[in-house]
């Protein structure tokens, strides 16, 4: 049927079917609105409407009305539900990054607050610590799921949708805002989220009970652990949190190996200074202590420092300054967000500032990218030396902390950096002695295991094996970590890492040797493009010398001094540009010279005298 356009159209639906009696009792007649024009004041207009003949415009008036006096209750619940709340309850935040609200998390996983959220971040486990719920496990019971369980996965609410608790007779309210994305000029970084606790009481004393409950839990639950807190770049910038938690098993000081009373001088001087808290406010002295740990790599400096940690029962805070997100401000603000009693750990301090020998490796690489247009190295951190000395003397942050720094390259630290009063004690840390090396052995073949069994079911005598093999190890020429990772190769093999060691030795100082022979002739190659361009006066103007920035053609093709001699790494596309026969024969002397110099080097006779010995005595 042909629909007549011209007509008007109604509806059939009985709300929005024209009523011409507005005293009818279809829904949108009758008494009620009536009345509630009333009400309103409207009744004249609903009169005028209804005699004018306009049945649209009375439903219009009362759909207005009925709008308007839904949505006045909406907000007189709310406003009521505001003012109950306000009269008759209290609130507290945690903001995330704080170590109150590890506590506060801790405590409602295990209120079972979360026990029926539907929504989960499904993760797979690693150390960070969340706060998760075992599923199809006691009726979802939620657990810290860190640490002790078999589980491989975390299942973690998302703990933004708002919970009502009941705890020691009251009623608690939880709810979580996450924080929002802040856009700095190099980064996008996201505000700490905030917990929001509510508490049905306006009794003070409530709250610090659960608090303080809160945080005894959370103390005895970390007890077996060592909590280490960080910060990623989501939360770099003004607002910065220390919004990553991870926990490690505690290491148990006898699974050091230091040289005799060591490692006991460092526990009794830390915990002697937490002992005087008092005299050092009596003595009018800031109440922090400084520690650096240096030598090589892999002799124990961390390990040490997370030995001390779990001892003392510290929580470790710890910021690379390498990371291009940390400046002197944000070092501030995460050094005075600290809590007291903790420790502030910068692990590899002389990465922060480029040393002599790296600028000049980044200023003769000839493809480095990292000059900028005045041939300047840029800073290896945006943390200058004056705010990290500001940092360590601690103006703006509480006192009763500990500040630990590591390096391999001593040598390297500015001597205000290093001076008393900022670093109180200085531990040197040195290869493995004989001495290291038969405790490791110990450690690694207990008595308890391997006494009674061998593979040739022959008793054998570990203390001989360990004689035998720490006799096999040079002093002061292998880290723990290598001596470690050689016993990992046969750890369950007794036998055979006492009598491989010798083998394993000269193998290792032959292949040391090579690395030592590479790394020699590219410092002499360096050393030759460097006077090869100060021959040339292109010093201080960048490292073509023709002040240009860095770019594959550029310095060739405007060059007014002869470009830099091409060596190893050379990015392909300037030698294809501009093949230079000349200085590729020179670079080839360099090489020939570094060789016949490097094999006659002094530095290396001890090493050969030493491999000549080992092999000898191995065969
Ligand atoms: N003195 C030591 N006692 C026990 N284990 C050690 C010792 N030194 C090194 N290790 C082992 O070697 C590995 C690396 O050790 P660690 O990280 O503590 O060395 P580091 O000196 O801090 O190294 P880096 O300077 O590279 O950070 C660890 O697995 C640790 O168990």
Not at 178 to 201: D, E, K, N
Not at 385 to 412: C, H, M, P, Q, W
């Amino acid at each position: 049927m042909a629909y007549d356009f011209r007509q008007p159209y109604y509806p059939t639906s009985p709300i929005l079917e024209p009523d011409k009696n507005p005293n009818s009792s279809s829904l949108l007649g009758g008494s009620f609105f009536t009345n509630l024009a009333q009400m309103f004041g409207l009744t004249s207009l609903l009169t005028i409407a209804g005699s004018g003949g306009s049945s649209y415009l009375v439903d219009t008036i009362k759909l207005f009305l009925l709008g308007t006096l839904v949505e006045t209750g909406r907000r007189f619940c709310y406003w009521f539900i505001e003012r109950f709340k306000f009269r008759y309850s209290m609130t507290a935040r945690f903001s995330e990054g704080d170590p109150a609200y590890e506590w506060i998390i801790l405590f409602l996983t295990e209120k079972n607050v979360w026990r029926r959220s539907r929504d989960f971040w499904v993760n797979s486990k690693t150390s960070a610590r969340k706060w998760g719920i075992t599923p199809g496990g006691e009726s979802d019971v939620p657990v810290a799921v860190d640490h002790d369980s078999e589980e491989s996965t975390d299942y973690v609410p998302i703990y933004e949708i708002p919970q009502l608790f009941y705890w020691n007779g009251y009623w608690l309210e939880i709810r979580r805002e996450q924080g929002s994305p802040q856009y700095h000029s190099r980064t996008v970084s996201q505000s700490a989220a905030t917990l929001y606790l509510t508490i049905y009481s306006l009794d003070m004393s409530v709250m610090k009970a659960l608090v303080d409950e809160a945080r005894l839990r959370y103390v005895e639950v970390s007890k077996p652990n060592v909590i280490i807190h960080s910060s990623d770049i989501r939360n770099a910038g003004p607002s910065f949190t220390w919004n990553k938690v991870k926990s490690k098993a505690r290491r148990p000081l006898s699974s050091i190996i230091l040289p005799q009373g060591e490692l006991d001088s460092i526990i009794e001087d830390a915990q002697d200074f937490i002992d005087s808290e008092d005299w050092y406010m009596e003595a009018g002295i800031p109440h922090r202590r400084g520690y650096l740990l240096y030598g090589p790599p892999g002799t124990g400096k961390s390990s040490t420092i997370y030995a001390l940690a779990g001892e003392l029962g510290l929580e470790i805070y710890t910021i690379s300054l390498s990371a291009d997100y940390i400046d002197d401000s944000t070092l501030q603000t995460a050094a005075s967000s600290m809590p007291r009693r903790s420790i502030l750990l910068i692990e590899d301090i002389d990465c922060a500032f480029a040393s002599r020998e790296d600028e000049e490796d980044i200023l003769f690489a000839p493809a480095s990218p990292y000059v900028d247009a005045n041939g300047v190295v840029p800073r290896r951190s945006a943390v200058t030396l004056s705010g990290l000395l500001n940092i360590i003397d601690g103006v703006d942050s509480e006192e009763g902390k500990f500040f630990i720094a590591t390096t391999n390259y001593v040598d390297r630290l500015d001597a205000a950096l290093i001076r008393p009063g900022r670093i109180d004690r200085k531990i040197e840390y040195r290869l493995a002695t004989q001495e290291q090396a038969h405790a490791l052995f110990t450690r690694f073949f207990p008595a308890s295991r391997f006494a009674h069994t061998t593979s040739s079911e022959k008793r054998i005598d570990l203390v001989s094996l360990a004689d035998m093999f720490s006799s096999g190890i040079p002093e002061d020429t292998f880290s723990i970590a290598e001596l470690q990772g050689f016993l990992l190769s046969c750890k369950k093999r007794p036998l055979d890492a006492a009598t491989g060691v010798r083998a394993w030795v000269v193998k290792e100082l032959d292949q040391r040797r090579e690395r030592e022979q590479r790394e020699e002739t590219r410092k002499l190659k360096l050393k030759a493009a460097k006077e090869k361009r100060d021959a040339s006066g292109g010093l201080g103007m960048g490292p073509f010398g023709n002040g240009s920035s860095y770019s594959p053609f550029g310095p060739f093709r405007n060059s007014i001094a002869p470009p830099i001699l091409p060596i190893d790494g050379l990015n392909n596309s300037i030698l294809q540009a501009q093949p230079l026969e000349e200085p590729a024969e020179q670079s080839k002397d360099i090489v020939t010279s570094a060789k016949v110099e490097t094999q006659s080097s002094n530095q290396n006779s001890n090493v050969d005298r030493h491999r000549e010995e080992v092999a000898t005595e191995a065969y």
